[in-house]
Each structure stands twice: as structure tokens, then as C-alpha cells.
């Protein structure tokens, strides 16, 4: 049916592109996706969501009349941009207080364990020493 195709389409694209990126064939696209630039937005990105949505009952809770549509760039100015600076503001002050922290505790009760976790086994192998025979004159 149309539903199954419409969703299996974004499923498809989601699993070649992450194959090709995972195995190193992506060239371009996996060294932009891998710029250091990335890693706050990304790290910042879960807090953002447990917070986007309370930011969002906030700033429409500002107004006190009825929210209509009437333009697209009064949605952008009065809605969109204030509840993703908004939602971002309290994400670093999130991540700075709680994550950041919770990961020193960690680090702390860890301690230099981190790689050490599993410790691995090893073998002596045993020495083999050949002699070496003299061969018989023939």
C-alpha cells in the first residue's frame, strides 16, 4: 500500500547511509559528520529534548490572547527562534549542572578502572626448545 511504501522509504535511506558511513565509504559526508564543531550540538541535543517541550508550554503561555497563524515570518520571530534559543540556554545550564557533574561523580567512583573493568587473562606460553639432531652419514 501507499502508507508502506511512504515508510519504508526513510527506513531504507536511514540504513544504507548509516552502512556507508560505518564502513568508511562516505568520504565527504563522514568528515563533515565527524567535525569536532558537532560534538556540544551533540551532546547538548538530549538535554534539548527533555526540555524543548516545556520551553514551548512557556513561551505560548506568555500571551494572554488567542494564537493564530497569520504569517510565517511572525512564527518564526515570535515562536520558533525564542523556543530554540530559549531551549538551548537551558540545556547548557542542564548539561553544566547535572551531566557534566554526574559524569565527574562517575569518573571519581570508577577512578582509573575505566579500561580495566574486564581484566584479561594471560597465558605464559611455554618455551620449546628443539635440539638439533645430527643427521646420519649416508
Known amino acids: ?3 508502506f511504501r511512504k515508510s519504508t522509504a526513510p527506513e531504507m ?20 559528520m565527524s ?6 550540538l551533540g551532546r547538548l541535543s538530549f538535554c534539548g529534548y ?3 517541550y516545556p520551553m514551548i508550554y512557556i ?17 518564526i520571530t515570535t515562536r520558533f527562534i525564542p523556543t530554540v534559543v530559549m531551549t538551548y540556554l537551558v540545556s547548557i545550564f542542564w548539561s553544566a549542572c547535572f551531566e557534566i557533574s554526574i559524569a565527574k561523580v562517575l569518573e571519581l567512583l570508577i577512578g582509573g578502572r575505566r579500561g ?9 606460553q611455554p618455551k620449546i626448545e628443539v635440539e638439533e639432531l645430527d643427521a646420519p652419514d649416508c
Open 116 to 124: 580495566q573493568l574486564t581484566p584479561t587473562v594471560q597465558r605464559k
Open 13 to 32: 535511506f536511514s540504513d544504507i547511509f548509516t552502512t556507508v558511513v560505518h564502513n568508511n565509504f562516505a568520504g565527504p559526508i563522514n568528515s563533515f
Open 35 to 40: 567535525w569536532h564543531v558537532w560534538v556540544p
Open 59 to 75: 513561551i505560548l503561555a506568555q500571551s494572554h490572547d488567542e494564537v493564530y497563524f497569520s504569517s510565517f515570518t511572525d512564527f
Open 50 to 52: 527533555l526540555v524543548h
Open 1 to 3: 500500500s501507499v502508507s
